[in-house]
């Protein structure tokens, strides 16, 4: 096996100049650098990860913590598309990525950093994590750097990347009223998220600004599932008739709604309009396809790699990305019409 003695041997330089010129050290000739990267090349030297990691104090991995990663979690994909551009960032870097999955269970019995140390990572991007999650604080306490996904905190060592979820509900909700709707719902997902009280923010302001009653009372939380969001909103439709278009704030909910709406002989969109959020895959398959506000959860994904990996390499970057939304208009919402 080629060691780096070897290489500086082959190279007619010392083994420290090797080692520099491997690690990126800036203080090495451009040409020797070269030179030497070629002999490594050539000899087919492979080098010792875990060494240079503790040389260096750097494991050159990253890691994504998610909370609540469930069977669920496969019909709306939202999860893997978020991890499918962390990866696209971190295959273009010396970066490796490693998955965990936490639960309360796990965080009772390990810190946040006692896992970030024992899968020894430089920093790590969290997402699913609730606003009264215990890891929330020991991020922001610990010196292990962190990207949050759509949670939007900073300090030295914690960075966030989201979407513009007030903006985003606004245009769900404008669109509505648009369309002609006075009698708008809306199914959030629970109180605990972020996303949840930033959407519920954008709808009500929407509402308000045209001068249309925002009612509390129709407001219902569907747990970011399809199974809860059915049952709140059939609850909410059998027992408020008037209501003629909801917005949800997932579009596995919104698949809930319009299920429920089945249920109660309410057809969509002729007698109800139903608007989602997020863009998954489902919503342009579903019959009628889905109204949704569609957010890139793959740029989610490569933004909080980006900006992790700026951290780790000291680059001084913005510590937080927000990104745009996009209505897209489908099937499942149409013009009021009065059934009385």
Same mark, same amino acid.
């Given at each position: ?15 420290? !100049? ?12 451009e ?33 994504l ?15 893997f ?20 999955n ?15 140390r024992?899968r ?10 609730? !606003? ?23 300090t ?18 404008q ?19 972020y ?29 970011? !599932? ?20 909801i ?35 489902l ?58």
């Amino acid at each position: 096996m080629t060691t780096i003695k070897d290489i500086a041997k082959a190279a007619g330089v010392s083994v420290t !100049t090797v080692s520099r010129a491997l690690n990126g050290y800036s203080d090495v000739n451009e040409k020797t650098r070269k030179r030497i990267v070629e002999v490594a090349k050539e000899m087919e030297y492979s080098p010792n990860i875990l060494a240079r990691g503790l040389v260096m104090n750097k494991s050159k991995t990253i890691g994504l913590l998610v909370s609540g990663f469930s069977k669920e979690s496969i019909k709306d994909n939202f999860t893997f598309e978020v991890l499918s551009g962390i990866n696209q960032f971190a295959a273009g870097t010396d970066y490796d990525l490693v998955l965990f999955n936490t639960n309360s269970i796990k965080q009772r019995e390990k810190t946040y950093a006692q896992l970030c140390r024992e899968r020894r990572v430089d920093g790590a991007i969290m997402q699913g994590i609730k !606003t009264d999650d215990p890891y929330l604080q020991e991020v922001v306490d610990s010196n292990i750097p962190c990207v949050l996904v759509d949670i939007p905190i900073q300090t030295e060592n914690v960075g966030f990347v989201t979407t513009d979820n007030v903006l985003g509900a606004s245009k769900a909700a404008q669109y509505l009223i648009d369309l002609g709707h006075e009698r708008i719902a809306m199914v959030n997902g629970h109180n605990y998220a972020y996303v949840s009280q930033e959407r519920l923010e954008g709808f009500k302001k929407t509402l308000e600004a045209a001068n249309l009653p925002y009612r509390e009372e129709w407001t219902v939380n569907g747990y970011f !599932t399809e199974a809860d969001a059915e049952s709140a909103a059939y609850a909410l439709l059998k027992k408020n008739k008037e209501i003629t278009a909801i917005f949800c704030a997932s579009d596995l909910m919104a698949l809930g709604v319009i299920k429920a709406a089945a249920r109660l002989g309410i057809s969509v969109p002729e007698e109800l309009s139903v608007i989602g959020y997020d863009d998954i895959l489902l919503s342009s398959y579903v019959t009628p396809s889905l109204t949704t506000v569609s957010q890139n959860k793959q740029m989610l994904g490569y933004s909080a790699a980006e900006l992790l990996i700026s951290m780790l390499e000291d680059e001084k970057p913005s510590s937080h990305i927000i990104l745009e939304t996009e209505l897209k208009i489908r099937q499942s919402t149409a013009a009021y019409k009065d059934h009385s």
